[in-house]
């Protein structure tokens, strides 16, 4: 078992910047920022594998930099130009190499509005 603690969100004006944190207990392969906005599914905004892999959404690039620290097991997103649509509750979600259930974080809220 894998415990995630996100840390970073709050509220920002629309055009503005703010960083997410996890830190995870343990090292695993994939890690990775999920966002729920209301009334709409999860979704991926970026993850990272241990060997330093990128996926990003289409909405996150050139706006969003997920970056980790492997010795450090910590995960971060750097989020630039922040729109009322990027509002969501923001989780940190990890998952071991060859296997499919992921690890959640308890979510952390992001509201952007002026």
């Known amino acids: 078992q894998v415990q995630l603690v996100e840390s970073g969100g709050g509220l920002v004006q629309p055009g503005g910047s703010l960083t997410l944190s996890c830190a995870a207990s343990d090292t695993i392969y994939l890690m990775g920022w999920y966002r729920r906005a209301p009334g709409k599914q999860r979704e991926l905004v970026a993850s990272?594998?241990?060997?330093?892999?990128?996926d990003y959404a289409d909405f996150a690039e050139g706006r969003f930099t997920i970056s980790r620290n492997n010795a450090k097991n910590t995960l971060d997103l750097q989020m630039s130009s922040l729109q009322p649509e990027d509002t969501a509750v923001y989780y940190c979600?990890?998952?071991?190499?060859?296997?499919?259930?992921?690890?959640w974080g308890q979510g952390t809220q992001v509201t952007v509005s002026s």
């Open positions: 979600g990890a998952r071991p190499k060859l296997r499919p259930n992921y690890y």
């Open positions: 990272v594998t241990s060997g330093g892999t990128t």
